[in-house]
Structures are given as structure tokens and as C-alpha cells.
DNA sequence: GTAGACCTTGACGCCGACGTCAACGCCAGC
DNA sequence: GCTGGCGTTGACGTCGGCGTCAAGGTCTAC
């Protein structure tokens, strides 16, 4: 299988193959001509790589994932140092979360300040309209 | 006010504010010399900026609360522009978040089924020790 | 033989928010 | 006058994961 193929039956592109080779991730044979070989282990080994990204996981994590593969070991995960990506990985999605969710908190607390600010000027002008945004109002103008 | 002592008060670079003034978010008047100068509005400024950078707004975006503030307004958010900017915002992070969490949920799947699999191939060899690994463990090895 | 569809390497571009360095100007204190 | 500590502009580097040329080689079909 030539790269181009590869890259269509992955979803992914030439260019991407060729820096995935370049950082060692995914080597590949190479035919008379100087075409790239790959084989259906390489398309097992790519697929390994872009599920990992989609999950976040940056190009260098997903190396001990490959390799284990490479290693011939059932999933790249059967490894002692895929687990260990896994668990730091986990630590920081949670942190990641907690961080966000304390951001959001934040935003909409200033949000919610700031169109009461609004809210209380509009009121000295016209009569007193009823003030019940206990929470955040979505979508509003 | 230069701008070392600018930067120093606000916690920040001389380079940073020099960035700024590049993209027109925080103009300085010049000295006789050529020399920043920095009057107490600007140290405002940029704190709103720095608040809002560290909510993850990216520079152009806090440029309504900027400009909100250059036009004399009591705070950065006294604005319909900055609002927006607000709504947007959260919105953003709680797709972000929530995004992040279905993540996390399918790692941490990953991880476990990875972790039984391995426990299920120790089993074979020694005796059978209880699996009561139903939720996902912590800081093993 | 020639068009065109594939492949090769190499190199620069991009995004954001600066860091870092170079080479120079200005000013205070000794 | 000279040193040291400010300031100035300009330009290149960083990080990741490629995109996008450019200039050429290779193979197939007509």
C-alpha cells in the first residue's frame, strides 16, 4: 500500500503520514522506486494514533501506544506504559475540567453582575420593572 | 508612569505591553524622548486585560472591554459589545467542558477495560484473585 | 510519447502571545 | 566622562501539527 492510500483509508492525509515518519511514530518501508511501503499493521498502528488524538492526546503520547503495537502485543494499551499515559492523561483532563468549570463560574458571576449593573441604570430611567434574574439569561438582544 | 513600572505593577512584561500597543489594545502617549508614558488609566486597563486573559479570552477578545473602559464607561463589561463577548464565552466553555467530560468518560473506559484485560491474563497464572475493580483505580504501581 | 496521477524531498507559512537577542539611544549619579 | 540601568525598534524563535507550495522523479494508460 502506497501512502496515499493509507492516508484515504485513515481519514488522514499525505502530509500527516510523512511528519508521523519524520518523528520516528510511524517508519515506513520502502519499495524500488523509493515509494513508501506500508502495510495493514501500519493502518492498525495509524487508526491506534488518531483515536488518541481525538481524545487530545498530543502526538508524543500516543508513542508508547505505537510502540506497544509494534512490540506485537494485542492493543496498545496492553502496555505498563499506555496505562501509565492513561492515568496522567485522566489527572489532567480532570484538572483541565475542574479548571474550566471554575472559569465558567467566574464569567457568568461577572455576567450576571454586569446586567444587573445594566439593568438597575434602565430602572432609574423607566418604573421599576421586576427584577427576577436569579440566574443567567441566555440569548437575550 | 514608563513602562517597566507599568509592567512591574501589573505583573507582566515590558514586552507584552509593547505587543499590546502593536495591536492597538493599549495606545501610549510618547515623552520629549520617545519614551511610554503611562497615567493610572492605562494600569485600569491593563488589568482588566490580564483578568480576562487568565479566563482563557484571547486578546482580541478582550478588546470590547477595553474600549469600553477607553470610552469612559465605569467598568469593561458596561457594555452591550462586551456582553456579547460574555454569552460567547460561555457558551464556548461549556461545550469545551462538556466536550472534555464525554473525553474523560471514554479514557477513562479505555483504562479500565485496558487494566481488566491485563488482570484477566494475571489470573491465568497465579490463582483467582476477586475482581472487584468496578470503577477505575488510582496510583496502582 | 505524452498526459496525468501518483510519488519524492525541501522549505516556508500558520496560529497566539509573547521570549530573547542585537544594536542602539537617553539619563542619573559618581 | 563614564558606567549602569532604563528605554527604543527590529527581527527571529518558540510550540504542534500539519498546509501548501515548488521542482522534480515514476508509473500507467492511451
Redesign the pocket.
Known amino acids: 500500500m ?6 484515504q483509508r485513515a481519514g ?10 519524520q ?1 520516528g511514530l510511524l517508519p ?1 518501508r ?8 506500508y502495510g495493514e499493521d501500519d493502518l492498525r498502528l495509524l487508526r491506534q ?1 488518531r483515536t488518541l ?1 481525538d481524545f487530545g ?5 500516543t508513542r508508547p501506544f505505537v510502540e506497544c503495537l509494534q512490540a506485537g502485543h494485542p492493543e496498545g494499551d496492553s502496555c505498563p506504559a499506555s496505562l501509565e499515559v492513561y492515568r496522567r492523561k485522566l489527572a489532567e483532563l480532570d484538572e483541565c475540567i475542574a479548571r474550566l468549570q471554575d472559569v465558567r463560574a467566574q464569567v457568568a458571576g461577572q455576567f450576571d453582575r454586569a446586567v444587573r449593573a445594566r439593568d438597575e441604570l434602565a430602572a432609574g430611567a423607566s418604573a421599576q420593572p421586576p427584577q427576577c434574574e436569579l440566574a443567567t439569561e441566555w440569548a437575550k438582544e
Chains 1, 2 share one sequence.
Open positions: 502506497r501512502i496515499g492510500e493509507l492516508a488522514t492525509t499525505t502530509r500527516a503520514l510523512r511528519y508521523y515518519e518523528l515506513a520502502r519499495a524500488g522506486n523509493g515509494y513508501r511501503a494514533i488524538q492526546f498530543g502526538l508524543e503520547e
